[in-house]
C-alpha cells in the first residue's frame, strides 16, 4: 500500500473511532459534517507539544515580586539565590504564581458563566436555541475549535463548563507544593488555563446574547450615554457593580414591566454597565472600574447592586458611611450580609429601608430587580438632604491639616504629585488637584497611608465634579461576535498584510497617566487604517476623550469591522471574539478545519494574521488568564508598566536567528524565518513605546510584498513620530527588495546597505508545525 | 532604608546606599559598564527647560556618561530628548534592554560581551524595581547600581530617597570626581 493509501485508512479509522466515541453528542452537531479533529476536548498534557514550540520562540521571563515564599509551614522560604524547602526555585515558583493567577482569572470567568449560564436556563429552558442570526453561522469558534461541538441550545454549555471545571482542578492542583516544578510545563499549564478561560468567556457572552436579545454582531450599534455626568441626580438612582448582567438585567425589566422607567435611573460601573446597556439601550455607564471609590463617594447612588469581580470588597462600608443601600447578589461576594433570598420581598424592603439590615444578599436575580427598584423609590428622597462631600471649603481645611509626610506620592502607585496638589489645594487653588483627578483611578491608596487621616479619594472627587461639570461622553453599545460576512470581506487584506493589523484594546484601568492615553492610541491606529477593536474598561475609557471638537471616537470613526473602524465588542467575556474572530478568518478565508483542530489554527494565526491584544492598564488574575489565553492562539499582547508585576512575560529574542525558524509546508524545507511577531507577551513603559511596537508586532511571515511595504511604512512613520529615530532593527523584517515602502525608499536602501543586509525568499507556507511524514526531509 | 514606594521591599536582601564616592568604586572596578536612563527625566510638554531640574539632571547624566565612555541605552520614548542635544544613545524598551542583560552569553550593546556593570537613572519606580529584580535572581554576572532619588531595595546598590537639590549634588558631584580621576589616569598614563 502507498505511503497516501496508509494515511487515508489511518484517518477513516481515526474518524470511525471518534464517531463511536461521540455518538451520545450527535444531536448536538446534525448540522455538522466536518471531520472530528485530533484533539476534543484535550487534557492538560494535549497541547504540550504545540505550547512548548511557543516557549523556545518566546522564552519566559520573570520579575519576582517578593524573593519570598510564604505558601506552606516549611516557609517562608527565601528563594534568592536558593531553592525552598520543597525544592522550588526562584523562576519556577514565578512560573507557578503565574499559574495560580491564571487559575483564579479563569475560575472567576467559569465561575461568572455558570452563574448566568444556571440563570438563563431557569428563565428561558435548556431548550432555548443559540441562534445568532442569518449573518452568523460559526457561532462559537472557541467551542468549536477546542471541543469539537457547536452549540444548538442554552442546555449544550453545561457540557463545555463541565469540561473546564474539571481541567480547572488539574491545573490548580498542579501549583500545590510538592507537585511540578518545570519552568515550561508550568508555562505549559499555564496557556491551558488561558485556552479554559476563552472557553468559559464565549459560553457566557453567546449565552446573555442568545437569551438577553443582546446585538448579534451587527454594525452600526446604537451610542449609549456614558460619564459620571450623564445620570439624573433627581431620580432614585440604582448603581450596578460587577461582571455578571443577570442582576442588572432583571432590574432594568422590573421597570419596563411596571412603567417605571422614568422614574427610576438605573446606571453601572465596570463590565455589568456595558452589558446592561446592551440588553437595554437606555442604561447608563459611568465608567470604567476607576470610578468605583468616587462614584459611591459621591453619593449619588440610592442603591448599590454588586455582582462579581472587581467589586471593592469594602463597598459596603463606604455604602453605609452615606446611607446607600447595598445588595450582593452571588455567592463570590457576600460581604457577611443576611441571605434574604427566599423571604418576601416587601419584607426585604421594608427591612433595608428601616436599616434593620445593613443590605441584603438575595442569589435571586428576579428577586433583586424589584428589591432594588422598590428601595430606591423609596430611599431617595430622604438621602437627597445628605450632605456626602466635603464643599471647596472644607477642602482647603484639611489640606491646611497636612502633616507633609509626602506618604499620599509614595503609596500612589503611579505617583501622582497628591504632594504638590494638597500644599496648593491648601491656599485655596485646586487646578493641581483636579489634574490628579483626572488621571486617578481611586484606588484610595494614597488616603489609606495619610498620616492625617485626610479624606483624599474625597476631596479629589469634590474638586473634580465641581469643576468637571459635564462629564458626558458616548460609547457604541457592545456588538458581540463579529459577522462572518465581515470576515470574509476582510479575511485576505488582513492575511495578506493589506489592512496592516487588528489591535484590540482590552483590560482594565491600571493606566500610568489616566485612560486618555487609551484612546490617543486607538486614534493612531484608526487613522492609519488598523482595525480596532476594544472591550471591557478599555471600551470605556476610548469613549471618555473628545477631540477639539468635542467628539468621542466611537462618533468619529465607522463601527465596521474594517480598515479604519472602531468596534466595542462588549465586556471582559467579549474578548473571546478577538480570537473568535481570528478564528473564523483561519475558517471562512483558509478554509482550515476548526472542529477540534487547536493546533492548526493556532499555528495559521501567529504566521499569518497580524493581531494583537493591548492592555495597557490590565491589573487583575483575570487579565493575567486573557493574555494567557490569546497566547496560546499565537495573538500576542502589550501590557503597561504595571504589567511588569505579573511577574512574567514571554519574550522573543530577535537577536537569536535560530529561534525564528520555520517550517514551509509547500517546499519542504526549513527555511530562514523573522522575529514576527517579536513577543508573546510584552511590557511597554509607555504609551509612546506602545504605539512604535504596535505595528512592528502585527507584522507576519506571511505578508504579501504590498502588506509588509503597508506594515513597514506604518513602523517607521510612528517610529520617528514617538521615539524620533529610524527603527534600528527594520533590516530583520526586509525580506527582499519587493518588500521596501515606497516612501522610504531611499532612506531603507541605506539603512539595508549599513547593515549589510542580503536578501532571503519568503516561505510559501510558513508553520511551526511537524511536517507530515511524506512531506518531511 | 526604605524603599521610596515602601511596598517594594522583597525580601531580607536590601541595596547598600550609595553615594557618588562609591559609585565611582564601582565603575573603577567595572569593565563594561552600560548606563539606562528613562522617561521619568525628560520634560513634559510645554516645559521650560531653561529652569527644569530634569533638564539638569539629563545634563549631568550625558556628561557622566561622557566622562566615563559608558555606552548608553534610551528607553521608553527617552531617546528624542538625548537626541535634542546631539548625543547618542541606543533606543529600546526597559523590557528588552534587561532580557539582554540576564543572559550571559549576550555580546553588549558594543559587541565587546556582556555588560558587568549597569547604571540606572529615571526608569518608572515601579518597572525598574520589576526590572532590577528580574537581574537581582538571574543576572549573578552584573552589579546593578540605580542614581535615581529614589531607594531601590532590589539593585545592589541604590542612591537613598533624596531631595531634588541633593539629588543634583549628587550627580555632579559623580561628574566631576570621574573627571578628577580621568585626569588622574591621564597623567599616569602619560608618565
Ligand atoms: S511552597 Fe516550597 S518554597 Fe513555598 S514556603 Fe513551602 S517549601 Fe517554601
Ligand atoms: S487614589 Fe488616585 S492619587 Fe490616590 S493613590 Fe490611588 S491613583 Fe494615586
Ligand atoms: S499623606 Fe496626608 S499628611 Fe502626608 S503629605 Fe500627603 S496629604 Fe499630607
Known sequence: MTLKGIKELQNEIWMIKNLKANFGELRLNRNWDEPMGPTSKPNVTDLRAWDFKLLSRFEPFYAPFCDMCCMCTFGKCDLLGKKGACGINADAQQARTFLLSCCIGTAAHTAHAHHLLKHLIEKKGENFPIDLGMN???????MRTVIGEKPGKLGDFRKVLDYCEEQLTYLLSATHTGQEGNILDFESKTFHAGMIDELSKEVCDISQIAAYGMPKGEEDVPLIELGLGVVDKEKPVILCIGHNVAPGAEIVDYT???????????????????????????????????????????????????????????????????????IVTTDNACYGLPDRTNEDADKTVSDLIERRIDGALILDAEKVGEIAVKTALRISKDRRNIKILPDLKEVTKYAEDCIKCRMCERTCPNSFPVFDAIQDAGEGQFSKLLEVYEICYSCGKCEESCKADLPLVSMLTKVGGHYLKNQNYRIRQGRG??????????????????????IAF???????????????????????????????????????????????????????????????????????????????????????????????????????????????????????????????????????PHGTKFKRLLLG???????????????????????????????????????????????RVNDTPKGRQTKLTNYIDLHQKYIETFPNDLHLFVRNRNDIPITYRKQVTEFLESKGWKPKEAPFEPSLMDFKKEEGR | MMPWQPTTIAGPKQARVANPESVIRMLKKAKRPLFIIGPVIICDEGCDETVCHKAKIRSSCMDIAKEWDIPVVTVGHAFKSFL???????????????????????????????????????????????????LKHFAQHLVTVTLCKFFHPNADASFPNMSDKKWLKYLEKLKISLRILNQEINTIRRV
Open chain 1, 256 to 326: 419596563n414591566d411596571k412603567g417605571l422607567y422614568n422614574e427610576v435611573e438605573v446606571c453601572g460601573i465596570c463590565c455589568s454597565a456595558i452589558d446592561i446597556s446592551r440588553r437595554d439601550k437606555n442604561a447608563k455607564i459611568i465608567g470604567p472600574l476607576s470610578k468605583q471609590l468616587e462614584f459611591i463617594r459621591s453619593g449619588i447612588a440610592d442603591v448599590i447592586v454588586v455582582d462579581e469581580q472587581c467589586i471593592r470588597t469594602d463597598v459596603l462600608e463606604e455604602a453605609l458611611k452615606n446611607n446607600s443601600t447595598v
Open chain 1, 506 to 640: 482590552v483590560g482594565c484601568t491600571n493606566y500610568p497617566k489616566g485612560g486618555e492615553e487609551i484612546a490617543k492610541m486607538a486614534e493612531e491606529f484608526l487613522k492609519r487604517n488598523y482595525i480596532v477593536v476594544a472591550t471591557g474598561c478599555s471600551a470605556m475609557s476610548i469613549g471618555e476623550y473628545k477631540d477639539k471638537e468635542g467628539i468621542t471616537l466611537y462618533e468619529k470613526y465607522e463601527d465596521v469591522f474594517g480598515a479604519g473602524g472602531l468596534v466595542n465588542l462588549g465586556s471582559c467575556v467579549s474578548n473571546a471574539h478577538v480570537s473568535g474572530a481570528c478564528i473564523k478568518i483561519a475558517n471562512i478565508f483558509a478554509k482550515k478545519p476548526l472542529r477540534a483542530n487547536y493546533e492548526e489554527i493556532a499555528d495559521y494565526i501567529l504566521n499569518r494574521i497580524g493581531a494583537c491584544g493591548v492592555a495597557f492598564g490590565a491589573y487583575s488574575q483575570k487579565a493575567s488568564a486573557i493574555t494567557a489565553g490569546i497566547n496560546r492562539w499565537g495573538i500576542p499582547a502589550i501590557v503597561g
Open chain 1, 136 to 142: 452568523i453561522d460559526i457561532e462559537a469558534p472557541i
Open chain 1, 653 to 699: 529574542r530577535k537577536d537569536k536567528k535560530e529561534s525564528w525558524k520555520v517550517n514551509d509546508l509547500r517546499s519542504g524545507e526549513v527555511v530562514e524565518g523573522e522575529p514576527s511577531p517579536e513577543h508573546l507577551l510584552y511590557a511597554a513603559e509607555t504609551k509612546e513605546e506602545v504605539i512604535a511596537l504596535i505595528p512592528k508586532i502585527c507584522i
Open chain 1, 481 to 502: 461576535p463579529i459577522q462572518d460576512v465581515e470576515i470574509r470581506k476582510v479575511g485576505r487584506p488582513i492575511v495578506f498584510g493589506e489592512i496592516p493589523g487588528i
Open chain 2, 84 to 134: 535634542k542635544e546631539g548625543f547618542d544613545t541606543e533606543p529600546m524598551g526597559i523590557i528588552e534592554i534587561v532580557n539582554l542583560l540576564k543572559d550571559p552569553e549576550w555580546k553588549g550593546l558594543r559587541g565587546e560581551g556582556q555588560h558587568d556593570l549597569v547604571l540606572f537613572i529615571g526608569v518608572t519606580y515601579y518597572i525598574a524595581s520589576q526590572g532590577l529584580s528580574t
